[in-house]
């Protein structure tokens, strides 16, 4: 739970730097059971109510969730030494949607890489930095 709501707190819409498969993962479990709940509960009170309206809590969630969503889709690309331009791939019918699972189910790249250090072990960066010599021989 703490992924899910540490993407809304501290990386609501921060596109730069990468994202591991476990802060992917979770944050992607909680946001379906959400979904689930929030369509459930559409369901019960259209049924209940007689009201057409009651998917309003739905789409608020969706349009409140999109960023966040597409910033940790961009950073898990960035972990995989991918540009976020790739999720664009996702809108191809079919296809698409198998190449972002893939690329979601890879491990990230070890160590640092053009978007950052890694998240899964950032001290590593720093320890090899500090054991390389200054000048090579």
Known sequence: MNWYLNTFKYNYANFE???????????????????FIL???????????????????????VLATFIPVLALNVRRLHDIDKS??????????????????VYNVKEGTKGK???????????????DAIGKPLIDA
């Open 113 to 127: 890489n053009q978007y950052g250090p890694d998240p899964k072990n950032p001290e590593q960066d720093e320890i």
């Open 84 to 101: 976020g331009w790739y999720f664009l791939m996702s809108f191809i019918p079919y296809v698409g949607s198998i190449i972002m699972l």
């Open 39 to 61: 369509v459930i509960a559409s369901i019960v009170m259209a049924l209940a109510l007689d009201f057409e309206w009651t998917y309003i809590l739905l789409f608020i969630y």
């Open 17 to 35: 730097g990468r994202a591991r498969r476990e802060e992917f993962w979770m944050f992607t479990l909680f946001h379906c059971i959400a979904l």
